[in-house]
Every structure is written in C-alpha cells, then in structure tokens.
C-alpha cells in the first residue's frame, strides 16, 4: 500500500511539472512579470503575504527560506491556478520601420494555467535542527497577442520562467533562524520586439538568504535577499529592415523582503501580517530602460474558526514602476523607430496595476493527513499613456487551489 501511494504521488508530481512547463504567462497578479508569492495555494488568499510566517510550503522555498523551520515532519503540496488579464492598446501613429500603423483592439493572449508542486522534510527527528525544501514553480510570466490585428505586423510577446528551487532552513537558537535557497530558471521568451521573433529558451541561476525570528510568542519577523537572475536569449528577433538577428539579454532583479506576522488577537485566532518588497529593477538588463525601482506592500489575515476552517483575505499596493524612456537600445537591441518603438515595447510588458484584493479559504484535515487551499484575487484596472501615441490599459482577475499531504507533521495554525 505504503509503495502504491508513493508511486500516486510521483505519477501526480510528474504530471503537474508538465503542465506547468506548457503552460502559458500568468501575468495578472505580477510586479512587472515576477509572481513571488500570489499565485500558492494559501498565501494566494492573502496577497501574496508570506515573509514573516508562510501558511503553506510552497511561500517558504520560494520567499523567505529561513520560513521553512516553521514547517515539521514532511510535507508535500501541489498547487495550480488560472489567471487571466484584460489588456488593450490604442496606437495612434506608426512606426514605419517595424511595420506597425494605428490601431486599437485587445490582447488575445489567452488565460494560463500554473502549476506549482513542492516538498518539505524536518531532520528533528535525526537530531538535526534542519528543514530541507524542493520545489518546481512558476516563477514569472507576462504576454500579449496582436497578431490577429494586421496593423500590429505581428506583435506579440511571451515570457514564461519556471523556477527548480532547492535549500535549508537551520534553527540556531530558540527564536532565531537562518535558510538559503539556490534556483535554477528554465525560461521562454518571444522577445517584446515587432519583427521576426521566436520563442526562444534561456537558463539563470539566483538564490536566496533568509532570518527569521520569533520576537514574541505572538510576534515574528522575517527578511529575505534574493539575487538577480540572468538570462540571454540567442538570436531572439530579426528586424525585416536589416535582416539581422539580435541577442537579447533580460535580467530578474535583486529582491528585497521584510515582513512581520501577529497572533495576539482573537486568542490566537487571528493571523495579521504585512511584507513590504523592494525590487530593484534598475540593474536589470531590458527592464532597467522601462522601469524604476519598485515597491510593494502585501497586507494579509487569516482567521482560523473552531472547526479549523480558516478564511483569508488580503490586499496589495504596488508601486507603478513604468519608467521615462530615455535610450532607445533596450535589453542589447536598439529599436528601429526610436523613442516611439520603446514606448510601444514597454506598453508590452505595462505592470501598471498598483491594487489587487484577494480571498481564500483553507480547510484542515479533509481527510486526516490532508489540507486544502483555494483562493481568488482581482488587479483592479489602471490605464498609461506611454509616449505620445502608445496607450495601454490593464485588469485581471486570478485563482486557484492547492493540497498538501502531511506525514508525521502537525495541522498548520
């Protein structure tokens, strides 16, 4: 039975990593195309809200990897969620050089699918104060798709990055612990560039240094640095006009995260917590000729009832990080039309959206040994003008589920 079961979990870890590979972007609940944490399966519910004390694995190895002691015996998770945003552009000039005249219509990327699966292991019993922690996750993700408007020439963009994170939480003392993490990113690009592009693979590595202490029974901190990632995308895009292909290089940022979560209230049944983000987006090749440097604040709660039912609510503020376009050479490859065709490059990849409302519910034990999670979340719609003849408007709604199978671990508080 015990040989049975594994091979149910292994046959469901397999195929869920398949379907995130194929799926497509997930760029309605992203700052700039990275989702962090709010697409998990319980943290999704709360805004993403995850620094201080995660409510599900999945946010500990992909946020604050010193959260991971908070999590005992072993755990496995597999998340998925659909998102799906409402995105339109209203060009109101050409650019002749790429082949683009006036139009208006709205994206037809469709919604995607994301998938994402993890597994955590304590080492208390070994006598080791160590939690181990694996996870497959769909990291980043943004697109749109003109290409059934002729006046675009073709426009549209794809990026999707999954991310394969490995590391360790070490408990140093009482209320103090330490955790690192090291990720490998496969990633797809269909470069943002209106000419003869393809989708093309790239691969980066980051990692992450995580604290976390317990300054009170009720209190606890976290902070995390995360690295930027490199990617360089070979011979992404060929420009009709000089029939050359071009490299193009695009970089995540460097990650800042401080949170602090609180159980006092309620006698212990409500959770609050707060994270603030500093993305550093100025370093980062491609995104540093489009972006300022960005923060973002995730308030989350989680009030747990008698029947261990637990429900969820949080909000977001992200700071709109669409930048003056000074240089028309972006990410290696200088534009054919100027300072027009950067402007219509950065409508492509517009995180314009600075509010985002999100619910969920988790239940405990559905069955003994198995939790469930589901939440849903709407990125209310904001509009730019970017340049003089680039117009751009974004909204989206998001959901998903999650199940975690625990064995020989505690129900989560």
Same mark, same amino acid.
């Given at each position: 039975?015990?040989?049975?079961? =594994?091979? @149910?979990?292994?046959?469901?870890?397999?195929?869920?990593?398949? /379907?995130?590979?194929?799926?497509?972007?997930?760029?309605?609940?992203?700052?700039?195309?990275?989702?962090?944490?709010?697409?998990?399966?319980?943290?999704?519910?709360?805004? &993403?809200?995850?620094?201080?004390?995660?409510?599900?694995?999945?946010?500990?190895?992909?946020?604050?990897?010193?959260?991971?002691?908070?999590?005992?015996?072993?755990?496995?998770?597999?998340?998925?969620?659909?998102?799906?945003?409402?995105?339109?552009?209203?060009? %109101?000039?050409?650019?002749?050089?790429?082949?683009?005249?006036?139009?208006?219509?709205?994206?037809?990327?469709?919604?995607?699918?994301?998938?994402?699966?993890?597994?955590?292991?304590?080492?208390?019993?070994?006598?080791?104060?160590?939690?181990?922690?694996?996870?497959? %996750?769909? #990291?980043?993700?943004?697109? +749109?798709?003109?290409? &059934?408007?002729?006046?675009?020439?073709?426009?549209?963009?794809?990026?999707?990055?999954?991310?394969?994170?490995?590391?360790?939480?070490?408990?140093?003392?009482?209320?103090?612990?330490?955790? =690192?993490?090291?990720?490998?990113?496969?990633?797809?690009?269909?470069?943002?560039?209106?000419?003869?592009?393809?989708?093309?693979?790239?691969?980066?590595?980051?990692?992450?240094?995580?604290?976390?202490?317990?300054?009170?029974?009720?209190?606890?901190? &976290?902070?995390?640095?995360?690295?930027?990632?490199?990617?360089?995308?070979?011979?992404? +895009?060929?420009?009709?006009?000089?029939?050359? #292909?071009?490299?193009?290089?695009?970089?995540?940022?460097?990650?800042?995260?401080?949170?602090?979560?609180?159980?006092?209230?309620?006698?212990?049944?409500?959770?609050?917590?707060?994270?603030?983000?500093?993305?550093? @987006?100025?370093?980062?090749?491609?995104?540093?000729?489009?972006?300022?440097?960005? @923060? +973002?604040?995730?308030?989350?709660?989680?009030?747990?009832?008698?029947?261990?039912?637990?429900?969820?609510?949080?909000?977001? /503020?992200?700071?709109?990080?669409?930048?003056?376009?000074?240089?028309?050479?972006?990410?290696?490859?200088?534009?054919?039309?100027?300072?027009?065709?950067?402007?219509?490059?950065?409508?492509?990849?517009?995180?314009?959206?600075?509010?985002?409302?999100?619910?969920?519910?988790?239940?405990?034990?559905?069955?003994?040994?198995?939790?469930?999670?589901?939440?849903?979340?709407?990125?209310?719609?904001?509009?730019?003008?970017?340049?003089?003849?680039?117009?751009?408007?974004?909204? =989206?709604?998001?959901?998903?589920?999650?199940?975690?199978?625990?064995?020989?671990?505690?129900?989560?508080?």
């Amino acid at each position: 039975m015990k040989c049975s079961f =594994s091979r @149910w979990i292994l046959v469901n870890c397999v195929v869920l990593a398949a /379907w995130a590979i194929s799926s497509g972007s997930a760029n309605a609940q992203s700052f700039g195309p990275e989702l962090h944490n709010t697409m998990m399966p319980a943290s999704g519910g709360m805004g &993403g809200t995850s620094i201080a004390q995660p409510q599900d694995l999945l946010s500990a190895v992909n946020g604050n990897p010193a959260t991971l002691r908070q999590f005992d015996g072993i755990r496995v998770t597999f998340g998925s969620g659909w998102a799906d945003a409402n995105i339109r552009f209203d060009q %109101t000039a050409p650019l002749p050089l790429v082949g683009v005249t006036p139009f208006s219509s709205r994206s037809a990327t469709p919604g995607s699918a994301v998938g994402n699966i993890g597994i955590t292991h304590a080492l208390d019993e070994m006598g080791m104060p160590v939690t181990l922690g694996l996870a497959l %996750t769909s #990291a980043a993700g943004a697109g +749109v798709d003109f290409r &059934g408007v002729p006046e675009s020439n073709g426009t549209s963009a794809e990026l999707v990055i999954l991310q394969f994170t490995g590391g360790a939480g070490v408990q140093l003392t009482d209320k103090l612990s330490v955790g =690192s993490t090291i990720s490998m990113g496969q990633s797809f690009f269909d470069a943002p560039f209106s000419g003869i592009g393809a989708m093309t693979p790239a691969y980066g590595l980051r990692g992450a240094l995580g604290l976390s202490y317990q300054m009170s029974p009720a209190t606890s901190l &976290g902070l995390y640095y995360q690295t930027k990632e490199n990617f360089n995308y070979q011979d992404a +895009v060929l420009f009709p006009a000089n029939s050359r #292909a071009f490299d193009v290089r695009m970089d995540l940022p460097d990650n800042i995260g401080l949170g602090i979560a609180n159980r006092s209230l309620m006698d212990g049944q409500l959770l609050i917590a707060a994270d603030l983000l500093y993305k550093q @987006w100025d370093n980062c090749d491609l995104f540093k000729g489009i972006y300022n440097d960005q @923060w +973002v604040v995730q308030v989350g709660t989680q009030y747990t009832t008698q029947n261990r039912t637990k429900l969820r609510a949080g909000y977001v /503020w992200a700071e709109n990080p669409i930048a003056q376009i000074n240089s028309i050479t972006i990410g290696g490859v200088t534009l054919p039309d100027g300072l027009p065709a950067a402007n219509y490059l950065q409508a492509q990849l517009a995180a314009i959206n600075q509010h985002r409302l999100s619910a969920g519910v988790g239940v405990t034990d559905v069955i003994p040994g198995l939790d469930f999670d589901t939440y849903a979340g709407f990125m209310f719609h904001a509009s730019e003008q970017l340049g003089a003849s680039t117009h751009v408007s974004v909204s =989206s709604y998001y959901l998903g589920a999650g199940l975690t199978y625990r064995f020989r671990a505690k129900p989560s508080m």
